[in-house]
T-cell receptor
Framework: GAVVSQHPSRVICKSGTSVKIECRSLDFQATTMFWYRQFPKQSLMLMATSNEGSKATYEQGVEKDKFLINHASLTLSTLTVTSAHPEDSSFYIC?????????????FGQGTRLTVV | AQSVAQPEDQVNVAEGNPLTVKCTYSVSGNPYLFWYVQYPNRGLQFLLKYITGDNLVKGSYGFEAEFNKSQTSFHLKKPSALVSDSALYFCAVRDPTGAGSYQLTFGKGTKLSVIP
């Protein structure tokens, strides 16, 4: 299957700093990437959908100025958590879909465990 | 709006016994249905999908799922459970019309524990 690489897998940062998480599709072009947040023992909550070359579409309740998403190329999307606070600590997961294929499944990155201290 | 229900938070099964993880869905039109598995501190791995065709879908690691339109269900099954199957399982549905850029809606997940 297709490979989606997410980096870093773990990051610890100080409160008030910013953290960037990268999501790369290694062997296919991803016109659409999704960013999820997962709280302990809970399901994945969709944060935003990003399409290459356009602004991300954020879900209700997600602060777009706090969670900056850039999808500058067909193989890379980034999520930047700005001015992080302890309540932003969570597991963040990206996924990507191949462009132009309606029936394909989404492929997921391995996730990033963010801890804000 | 589409939705997915996984009625069981946890399923325990003895190694070697058959397992079932339940999923029901709600979506306008014909659904695209998926099962994913998540191991601790990892992303999701694709197991199988139903798009159209045969109601019994076979996937990775010996798993299969049966699409039942009348019951709006898509239960995950395996004839003989392994200890290594212990993980968190997510059912997901996607709107086939492409609304929302084909985003997935996930169930809350079911923790499967296979007891040696």
């Amino acid at each position: 299957g297709a490979v989606v690489s997410q980096h870093p897998s773990r990051v610890i940062c100080k409160s008030g700093t910013s953290v960037k998480i990268e999501c790369r599709s290694l062997d296919f072009q991803a016109t659409t990437m999704f960013w999820y947040r997962q709280f302990p023992k809970q399901s994945l909550m969709l944060m935003a959908t990003s399409n290459e070359g356009s602004k991300a579409t954020y879900e209700q309740g997600v602060e777009k100025d706090k969670f900056l998403i850039n999808h500058a190329s067909l193989t890379l999307s980034t999520l930047t958590v700005t001015s992080a606070h302890p309540e932003d600590s969570s597991f963040y997961i990206c996924s990507a879909r191949r462009g132009g294929r309606v029936n394909t499944e989404a492929f997921f990155g391995q996730g990033t465990r963010l801890t804000v201290v | 709006a589409q939705s997915v229900a996984q009625p069981e938070d946890q399923v325990n099964v003895a190694e070697g016994n058959p397992l079932t993880v339940k999923c029901t869905y709600s979506v306008s039109g014909n659904p695209y249905l998926f099962w994913y598995v998540q191991y601790p501190n990892r992303g999701l791995q694709f197991l199988l999908k139903y798009i159209t065709g045969d109601n019994l879908v076979k996937g990775s690691y010996g798993f299969e799922a049966e699409f039942n339109k009348s019951q709006t269900s898509f239960h995950l099954k395996k004839p003989s459970a392994l200890v290594s199957d212990s993980a968190l399982y997510f059912c997901a549905v996607r709107d086939p019309t492409g609304a929302g850029s084909y985003q997935l809606t996930f169930g809350k997940g079911t923790k499967l524990s296979v007891i040696p």
